[in-house]
């Protein structure tokens, strides 16, 4: 009997070849779409589940108190909390703090007369290798405890040593400590979060000094058995009531599991994660393929019951001769089976074919051997059985009821219900498609104003070169001359760091009284820094270029924001004298500008000449961009220090990162919205196929009645397009609130106009039109003798 129902199930495929082509194109369509998002989602669920449910592995948290502070949650902690967790706190067994280098920084690593540029060493506690299961394969753990001892994973020390033994040579880090190496670990897996390429001892860095006033810090901490999260949290506030007097307390810590960092740390500052999700990103990727995938099935559905009137004689056949709806049932479901296996094939090769252009758009690596695990062939099994019980349950149904009186009639037409729900199909594959047009010019038009809005600064034609490697302000002062010295350069500021990175955290008080405060990030920069950056002045003067030797008096540039804060006008501000830290004198106010990314509102920034930090970067304006402009300036850093790599950037670029994910969204977007379409037009192109051979003798008889072909299209295309146009009012107010509340995350956003919808329309309309247009303008030029000669 199975063998039987294969047979005829073939035959079908083969006696309909058109339907047969358009179901399985849109089948594997669909199905290489959802094995693709697959790879992607399989391989970001995957991120540290080295550790999940056996480490009791968490990181802290801190969450600002939003007075003080605007209410944000940040990735880092005081350095002071760690040990006194693991003092105070029973039954934790592990702690360990992470410091990047440089708050972020490249360091510059100097092995014999080798030069390298590490873009991932961290300082961190011994206990890291505990926490996040590193295996050392040479050397020793606790001689990591050692000061200036570095251990190296397995590809950094062969990048560094080549084949020579690492142990015991010894690294120099900008040019200023020099660490043994002494222990050789395992690379890190790809699917970590981490990335540690070089773990230092912390010993010269923040183990020195323990204070709570700095949350640079990233802490991770491991219980020995399963804890109450709410009881821990408890008892972190009590170490912070412990050691942190109340009026200070503008924080408080959380834990977030290890295995919830990858996906769940988007929206936090401030994180050492070296690969970041995010589950908002899973989440419309998982709906968008599970759409794509219905929509595929939905032309199945519509096509197989708009045939049904040819299919109703074989059923009528087969239940005369015995057959009961069980057995045709099964019949229906095996010939569905059958197309949707031929479509897995074809998805599958597809899926391989498309993963290099969907690893070049996502930024992702993922390598089409994955295809061959067994969870994939787990994966295909569930999306071939799912998509043919989803794709077969209405036709089997359907057509399994058939009567054998009605269906030998000659007058059998469809039912109502048929009609209806093959129409309600058609309404939710371009509601779906309408919304997805929606949302993608919603996200363009974000993006384009994004690019188009005015900073308050010039972010173009600035290069920003490190120079944390130099290490004395002399040779910072030197290179800032030799690179004003250059013929395209037009100015030179050194500065701690430049919009789009993070900077000193600190708080603005308006005098000794002020007990609220407001957060303000502090750049220690060259008085060229305005120009560099194009600011407008308001008032006032940009920072002073030399202090007296005893003038220990701080001169700031405050931003409006900052001002107004304070209760002045730009002009009043001009010598008051206010706190940030220690006190300091305003010298100048410039217009509000945005140093961070518009998903946030503008804050309060100054530039100080506060000695106490380090300047880590040389930004360079240039005019004309010529190819031998990068050459010249690497020329020169290298005659001023031919110890330190060449590492520089472009400041707009830099200021593009910041929205990466949403030029991948929409990139990502862009092709599935158009592979979304393209399945529902092959599905509205099959109906239209069977309709117009459905009323050829209609068409033949209004043809010899006079009837243009204008009025035989017409005639064709007005049941589909009041489809559309119901489909279109039902997508609208969906589309209207999806992207609308997309838009709330960005603190700087555009207005959802009408003519986004009118596009949406004209674009859906259009497309219907064109799709159906081939076989309505086919049956309109047919010769209305052939459809007419057998009546």
């Excluded at 503008?250 to 500052?269: D, G, M, T």
Aim: glycine share 6%; charged share 20%.
């Amino acid at each position: 009997m199975f063998k039987n129902h294969i047979k005829v199930a073939w035959r079908n495929l083969w006696a309909n070849p058109l339907f047969s082509i358009i179901n399985v194109l849109g089948l594997s369509l669909g199905m290489a779409i959802a094995l693709v998002l697959y790879l992607f989602i399989g391989h970001e669920l995957s991120f540290d589940n080295l550790y999940k449910g056996e480490s009791n592995v968490y990181r802290i948290l801190l969450n600002t108190d939003g007075d003080s502070f605007s209410q944000e949650t940040w990735a880092g902690a005081p350095n002071a909390l760690a040990p006194a967790m693991k003092t105070d706190i029973p039954n934790i067994k592990y702690t360990a703090r992470i410091l990047k280098h440089g708050f972020g920084t490249n360091a510059n690593v100097k092995v014999g007369n080798n030069i390298f540029l590490e873009k991932e060493l961290y300082w961190a506690d011994a206990d890291i290798f505990d926490l996040l299961k590193v295996e050392i394969v040479l050397g020793n753990r606790s001689d990591i405890n050692a000061p200036n001892s570095v251990a190296l994973s397995q590809k950094t020390a062969k990048q560094y040593f080549g084949n020579t033994e690492a142990i015991g040579k010894t690294i120099e880090i900008d040019n200023r400590q020099k660490m043994e190496v002494v222990a050789i670990y395992k690379d890190m897996p790809k699917n970590s979060s981490y990335k540690f390429n070089v773990i230092a001892s912390p010993k010269a860095t923040y183990a020195k000094n323990l204070y709570w006033s700095n949350a640079s810090y990233e802490t991770l901490v491991q219980f020995n058995t399963n804890i109450s999260v709410p009881e821990v949290e408890r008892q972190i506030q009590q170490l912070v009531d412990k050691n942190v007097e109340k009026e200070n307390q503008w924080f408080s810590f959380s834990l977030q599991p290890l295995e919830r960092i990858h996906l769940y740390s988007a929206e936090y500052s401030d994180s050492y994660a070296a690969r970041l999700g995010d589950i908002q990103e899973i989440k419309n990727l998982s709906l968008l393929a599970i759409l794509i995938l219905v929509i595929a099935c939905i032309n199945y559905m519509n096509l197989t019951t708009a045939r049904s009137q040819k299919r109703s004689k074989e059923v009528g056949i087969n239940k005369t001769l015995g057959a009961v709806k069980r057995t045709l049932v099964v019949r229906f479901y095996i010939e569905t089976a059958l197309i949707t296996l031929i479509a897995m094939i074809i998805g599958v090769v597809l899926a391989v074919l498309a993963l290099p252009w969907f690893n070049y758009l996502s930024n992702q690596e993922l390598d089409p051997s994955l295809l061959l695990e067994p969870m994939s062939f787990l994966a295909f099994l569930v999306i071939w059985a799912v998509t043919t019980l989803v794709a077969g349950s209405y036709p089997a149904l359907y057509l399994s009821g058939f009567s054998p009186k009605s269906a030998f009639s000659p007058s059998y037409k469809q039912g109502g219900t048929a009609i209806l729900v093959r129409k309600g199909l058609v309404v939710v594959q371009f509601a779906a498609s309408a919304i997805l047009i929606v949302g993608i010019l919603i996200i363009y038009q974000q993006i384009r104003f994004i690019g188009n809005q005015n900073l308050g600064f010039e972010p173009d034609n600035i290069v920003v070169v490190s120079v944390a490697g130099i290490n004395s302000q002399t040779g910072l002062d030197e290179i800032a001359q030799e690179f004003k010295g250059l013929g395209q350069v037009t100015d030179v500021a050194l500065a701690q760091g430049f919009p789009g990175t993070g900077v000193s955290l600190n708080t603005l008080f308006k005098d000794r009284e002020d007990r609220k405060g407001l957060d303000i990030q502090t750049n220690v920069s060259d008085p060229e820094v305005l120009d560099v950056l194009g600011l407008r002045l308001l008032a006032g003067t940009t920072l002073p270029k030399n202090k007296q030797e005893n003038d220990t008096l701080i001169e700031v540039v405050l931003n409006k924001t900052a001002v107004d804060y304070l209760g002045y006008t730009p002009e009043e501000a001009i010598n008051k004298k206010v706190f940030i830290n220690r006190e300091v004198r305003i010298v100048g106010v410039v217009d509000d500008f945005n140093f961070t990314s518009l998903h946030t509102p503008i804050g309060a920034y100054a530039f100080t000449n506060n000695d106490t930090e380090y300047k880590g970067y040389a930004l360079v304006r240039f005019g004309n961009y010529s190819p031998d402009f990068l050459n010249q300036l690497e020329r020169t850093f290298k005659a001023v220090d031919p110890e330190t790599v060449f590492d520089y950037s472009f400041l707009d670029k830099n200021i593009e990162k910041l929205y990466e994910r949403e030029q991948r969204t929409i990139r990502v977007g862009l092709i599935f919205c158009g592979l979304a379409i393209l399945v529902a037009c092959l599905g509205l192109f099959g109906l239209a196929a069977f309709m117009a051979e459905q009323r050829k003798k209609e068409i033949g008889i209004r043809k010899v009645l006079g009837a243009s072909i204008f009025n035989v299209f017409k005639m064709l295309s007005t049941d589909f397009v009041k489809l559309v146009v119901l489909a279109l009012a039902i997508a609208f107010p969906i589309a209207y609130w999806l992207s609308n509340r997309w838009l709330q995350e960005f603190a700087y956003h555009i207005e959802i106009y009408w003519w986004v919808f009118a596009l949406t329309g004209l674009v859906a309309l259009a497309i219907t039109l064109f799709t159906i247009s081939f076989q309505a303008i086919k049956a309109a030029r047919s010769n209305p003798v052939k459809s007419l000669r057998t009546e």
